[in-house]
């Protein structure tokens, strides 16, 4: 999926009306199965960049495109199938705690299936192939049946990158995906994720906090502050200088820190991140 976003402003709905817009007049075009990393010091607009792409924050102003289609001037049908096409996934992936791994990788799947082999998926697992191909591309292969309340934080936000890839969808738009993960794991999954979104010629747009990950694996890094764009550059073009304005004042962001211990559990200990 291609997307143009242009002049958009964002207001959380929830925000004071003194407070500035989350994102505040972004342009941006992302061709059809490009790999985008968007970098930026902690309330830079990340998250929302994610939510406006994935149709979940609608734009105060401007406006976006997804394959050429605004998805707000669309009938709420048309919008919840074009929802479908694209998969958002956050930071904590929202596994039910009681449900298998294989289910919840195949619920990934839900939105591009009829709701008949939606159901039965949910009560009985048929495309356990699928899932356990996708849980091996992170090296949780071995957790197809175990409950997804019975893994570390690591683990789950492993499972979680597995259901993104098992959803088919054709933009991904990932959120912080390597939180919970050691370095060496965090290398493995972004590999991993890129890989497979190249092969399948998946657009992906993954927010980091690790700015070497994003330069090692990202062809193009943005850079986000304040809401606005600071620079959208191929990954090769990113200098120390621009990294130093870009986190001008939270500098200690930028700063290495003791990698977390291995899957260390998300809720359980703070997850010290390398940009943070
Ligand atoms: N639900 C919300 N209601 C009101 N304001 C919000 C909401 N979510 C985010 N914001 C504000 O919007 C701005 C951008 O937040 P966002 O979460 O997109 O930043 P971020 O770059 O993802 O940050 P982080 O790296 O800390 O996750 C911040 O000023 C934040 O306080």
Known sequence: MKLRLTNATVRHPAARTSAPAALRGLGL?????????????????????????????????????????????????????????LFLAPQVPPLPPRQRVVTAVL??????????????????????????????????????????DRLSGGERQRVGLARALASQASLLLVDEPLSALDPARAQQALASLTQAAR????????????????????????GLRGGALAFDLPSAQVTPALLHQLYAQHLEELAPTAPPAPDAPVAAAPVPMQCR
């Open 29 to 85: 075009a992302v061709a059809q199965g490009e790999q985008v990393a968007v970098i930026g010091p902690s309330g830079a607009g990340k998250t929302t960049l994610l939510h406006l792409l994935a149709c979940a924050q609608r734009p105060a102003a401007g406006s976006l495109q997804l394959d050429d289609t605004d998805p707000w001037a669309l009938p709420r049908g048309a919008l919840e199938r074009l929802r479908g096409r």
């Open 107 to 148: 619920a990934g799947r839900l939105p591009h299936e009829s709701l008949w082999a939606s159901v039965r998926s949910l009560v009985l697992p048929t495309d356990t192939a699928l899932a356990e191909h996708a849980l091996a591309r992170f090296d949780v292969a071995d957790k197809l049946f175990d409950r997804v």
């Open 199 to 222: 092969e399948r010629g998946a657009t992906l747009i993954a927010t980091l906090h690790q700015v070497d990950m994003a330069l090692r694996h990202f062809p193009r890094v943005i």
